[in-house]
């Protein structure tokens, strides 16, 4: 079995590993023109976003293009006539629908004069730009990657993210710029870094952790922006608090095309109920928070041992890196969020670079980073699958992620000049 396991994962080495005449990312862009001009040519003959259900993508036949956006832009135009949008939204096109963002958002979005009816011209460019995120994110790629982020790319959860508009493309976008004004040798440019970073993280919360890119500088430098961005965060969080409050309430707690440590527990407290146990007391209350500690707790000893070989010392350091801390840390800290709906896996993409360099370099742990591949590309097709192929399998899946995720964090962590994935740049 083991021997089986490992020719597979070598296989895979070897397709990515291929040297191509032309760059492929021409061959990804070509991929996503045609999968946007058969989604066009499909208006021909029904409205157009109901095709995306024949592509993997779950879309209601009542929800209108672009719904997420289309719900944001309404709260716009409510927030100016006097309403409170969290509690009270009647500009809404789907009634019922509860806004969970923060006031800002419809401060700043009144601000540039945006309204509901430019949601269809809005929604397009944002998925250009999210898109162009991505190249920007990835570097020259041979067919056989070409291959693989088509295969993310046309993903029914990269794309149900695309389809709706969600607000997490706007995140990533900026992350991505982000991520890679840090790589500057000019300090001014990478605190604009930084400061992009804490934007995201005002508009949405989670992209907080991305900061943790300031562990790379000086150690005077990293005790004083910490400080500074952490200190200005807290305080952002005291005064929106009432707001958190509220927002919280109003979150859906899904259970079907979502991810998080809450999931599979909520669907297995609806299975007793079903079944007759409407009372499960303490313990069932107890258990997820348990087994999550436990998890994490086992993936932090374990990191310990491997601390003391040398396999992760002589991992690669550089933007890829980069990259890849912030998209783990965001699958991390969303995770124990509980409930987030399967577009956020978006935010994998980011690990994809520093994957595939650990993958091809045929490093001591290459085996351990096509596994996480493996297991990323898993988790953007398999919630689609219909219950009796699926078997709950897309959650399984994420909470492997989850576990290998947290070891990698604490593997990774700088421990001193000598012993930091750090020293060594990809070039």
């Given at each position: 079995m083991k021997k089986s396991i490992l020719l597979i994962f070598g296989a895979i080495r070897s397709l990515l590993s291929q040297t191509s005449p032309r760059d492929g990312r021409y061959i990804l862009l070509g991929v996503l023109v045609l999968y946007f001009l058969i989604i066009f040519l499909s208006s021909f003959f029904m409205e157009f976003h109901l095709f995306w259900n024949y592509l993997g993508v779950p879309v209601p036949g009542i929800q209108p293009?672009?719904?997420?956006?289309?719900?944001?832009?309404?709260?716009?135009?409510?927030?100016?006539?006097?309403?409170?949008?969290?509690?009270?939204?009647?500009?809404?096109?789907?009634?019922?629908?509860?806004?969970?963002y923060p006031r800002i958002w419809f401060s700043l979005l009144a601000s540039l004069g945006v309204r509901q009816s430019q949601t269809l011209q809005l929604g397009i460019g944002l998925a250009i730009l999210f898109f162009g995120a991505v190249i920007l994110?990835?570097?020259?790629?041979?067919?056989?990657?070409?291959?693989?982020?088509?295969?993310?790319?046309?993903?029914?959860?990269?794309?149900?993210?695309?389809?709706?508009?969600?607000?997490?493309?706007?995140?990533?976008?900026?992350?991505?710029?982000?991520?890679?004004?840090?790589?500057?040798?000019?300090?001014?440019?990478?605190?604009?870094s930084y400061s992009l970073i804490m934007g995201t993280a005002i508009l949405?919360?989670?992209?907080?952790?991305?900061?943790?890119?300031?562990?790379?500088?000086?150690?005077?430098?990293?005790?004083?922006?910490?400080?500074?961005?952490?200190?200005?965060?807290?305080?952002?969080?005291?005064?929106?608090?009432?707001?958190?409050?509220?927002?919280?309430?109003?979150?859906?707690?899904?259970?079907?095309?979502?991810?998080?440590?809450?999931?599979?527990?909520?669907?297995?407290?609806?299975?007793?109920?079903?079944?007759?146990?409407?009372?499960?007391g303490m313990f069932f209350v107890l258990l997820p928070f348990f087994v999550l500690s436990s998890v994490v707790t086992g993936a932090f000893m374990y990191s310990r041992r491997a601390s003391c070989s040398t396999q992760f010392f002589e991992l690669p350091a550089g933007r890829e890196f980069d990259f890849f801390q912030v998209g783990l840390l965001i699958y991390m800290v969303t995770f124990i969020l509980g409930h987030n709906w399967d577009y956020r896996l978006i935010f994998l993409i980011f690990t994809i670079p520093y994957l595939l360099t650990i993958i091809k370099s045929d490093h001591q742990s290459s085996s351990l980073f096509t596994l996480i591949l493996l297991g990323i590309v898993a988790t953007l097709w398999l919630s689609r699958l219909p219950w009796y192929l699926n078997a709950n399998l897309d959650e399984v899946v994420n909470w492997i992620l989850f576990t290998l995720f947290v070891y990698l964090f604490f593997v990774t962590l700088p421990r001193g000049p000598k012993h930091s994935p750090r020293n060594t740049a990809v070039t």
């Open positions: 293009p672009f719904a997420d956006l289309r719900s944001l832009l309404s709260a716009v135009e409510c927030y100016q006539m006097g309403f409170n949008v969290i509690i009270d939204n009647p500009c809404d096109p789907r009634p019922g629908v509860p806004m969970t994110v990835i570097k020259r790629l041979n067919r056989g990657e070409a291959v693989l982020y088509s295969v993310i790319l046309c993903s029914p959860m990269v794309m149900a993210g695309v389809e709706r508009g969600n607000n997490d493309l706007l995140i990533f976008i900026i992350l991505a710029l982000a991520i890679v004004c840090r790589q500057s040798k000019l300090f001014l440019l990478r605190f604009f949405k919360i989670y992209p907080f952790c991305g900061l943790i890119t300031i562990l790379k500088e000086s150690k005077k430098a990293k005790l004083w922006l910490s400080v500074l961005f952490t200190g200005l965060f807290l305080f952002y969080l005291y005064l929106i608090s009432e707001e958190l409050m509220l927002i919280a309430m109003n979150v859906p707690r899904a259970t079907i095309f979502s991810y998080g440590y809450l999931v599979v527990f909520d669907q297995f407290n609806t299975f007793l109920s079903l079944s007759g146990y409407p009372d499960r």
